[in-house]
């Protein structure tokens, strides 16, 4: 069974950084692409980021690029997320995700996705 735990979240004041980790574990994490979501209160889930699985292909949401930054290390089963600059609108539980695919193209959406966390929190303060 694929199980993904985000770590990292928690409390920072706007033009503060926080890194975001995601384990994996129950599968060969290194063959699958995987992405970051996030979602604010009352809000729909909403794209980040992704990578593939080989960590050489990345795109970001418009909200998010130049200021975050998705990588990951194959062999410690683990994702990133480097956030920097963070805003008052950054606020949201984000989410990990995997697929069964090498790569995901197109525009992103949570259903190209099968796996989840179970999400942690990030809030920046004004």
């Known amino acids: 069974q694929v199980q993904l735990a985000e770590s990292g979240g928690g409390l920072v004041q706007a033009g503060g950084s926080l890194r975001l980790s995601c384990a994996a574990s129950?599968?060969?994490?290194?063959?699958?692409?995987m992405a970051w979501f996030r979602q604010a209160p009352g809000k729909e889930r909403e794209f980040v980021a992704r990578?593939?699985?080989?960590?050489?292909?990345?795109s970001y949401s418009d909200s998010v690029k130049g200021r975050f930054s998705i990588s990951r290390e194959n062999a410690k089963n683990t994702m990133y997320l480097q956030m920097s600059s963070l805003k008052p609108e950054d606020t949201a539980v984000y989410f990990c995700?995997?697929?069964?695919?090498?790569?995901?193209?197109?525009?992103?959406?949570?259903?190209?996705?099968?796996?989840w966390g179970q999400g942690t929190q990030v809030t920046v303060s004004s």
């Open positions: 129950g599968r060969t994490f290194r063959i699958y692409a």
């Open positions: 990578i593939s699985s080989s960590g050489t292909t990345t």
């Open positions: 995700a995997s697929t069964n695919s090498r790569m995901v193209v197109g525009n992103p959406s949570t259903s190209q996705y099968t796996y």
